[in-house]
């Protein structure tokens, strides 16, 4: 089966500061990628996601990330990151129809 | 905004008690599942429904069944209780019928404690 990991578990930073979460897949073939948040008290939201084309997508509230299909990775971005975005967040592979999920980080932005 | 409940939100019961997760969704939509979330943990894979009559176990069952009788609606029942099924439960859905976009919506989730 599919596992997907993520390498920073708890991430504290100052506002402004650049952000990037890591996130690799175990194996290729055909597979879309999610970025999921979560904040305190809420439900899962979806962040970005890629199903094909540019590997550079997208998402709400300047978040970005970038597909390397040689990597199997599927990194996520923030060029300045804001006290909101304090949260955990949830790298996801969907392979064939079930959904994986890696661990989670945890993300603390300092005011 | 999805339209996902899930209900109750909160549940603290006893051990061999039997409980009835409820979760609906309004989108139409034909795939659903059920997660088990627990800190620092990945979300867990318990139970999933392509439509209706159709239910598959995931890689945690947790000694729980589901059932899929109407498009929008996917309970999950545990049996008899246990303080090892303490967790939060996610129910999500996803893909309108024909679509191509394979993205998941969540509820707010079911936090279960059992004493």
């Known amino acids: 089966a599919q596992s997907v990991s993520q390498h920073n578990h708890h991430v504290i930073l100052s506002e402004a500061a650049s952000l990037e979460l890591g996130c690799n897949y175990s194996?290729?073939?055909?597979?879309?990628l999610f970025w999921y948040v979560q904040y305190p008290g809420q439900h899962l939201q979806l962040l970005l996601k890629y199903f094909s084309g540019d590997p550079l997508v997208k998402g709400i509230k300047g978040f970005e990330a970038e597909f390397i299909k040689s990597k199997f990775s599927f990194n996520l971005r923030k060029p300045s990151v804001q006290w909101s975005d304090t949260a955990e967040y949830f790298c996801a592979v969907r392979s064939g129809n079930q959904f994986y999920f890696g661990t989670g980080t945890s993300l603390t932005v300092i005011p | 905004e999805a339209d996902i409940y899930q209900t109750p939100r909160y549940l603290v019961i006893g051990t061999g008690k039997k409980i009835t997760l409820e979760c609906s969704q309004t989108?139409?939509?034909?795939?659903m599942y059920w997660y088990q979330q627990d800190p620092g943990m990945e979300l867990h894979l318990i139970h999933y429904?392509?439509?209706?009559?159709?239910?598959e176990k995931g890689d945690l069952s947790s000694e729980s069944t589901v059932s899929r009788i109407r498009t929008e609606h996917f309970p999950l029942t545990l049996e008899s209780a246990r303080p090892s099924h303490t967790s939060q439960y996610l129910c999500a859905s996803s893909t309108p019928r024909g679509a191509l976009s394979y993205e998941q919506y969540f509820g707010p989730g079911t936090r279960l404690t059992v004493t």
């Open positions: 429904s392509y439509g209706v009559n159709s239910t």
């Open positions: 989108m139409g939509h034909d795939k």
């Open positions: 194996y290729g073939g055909t597979v879309n």
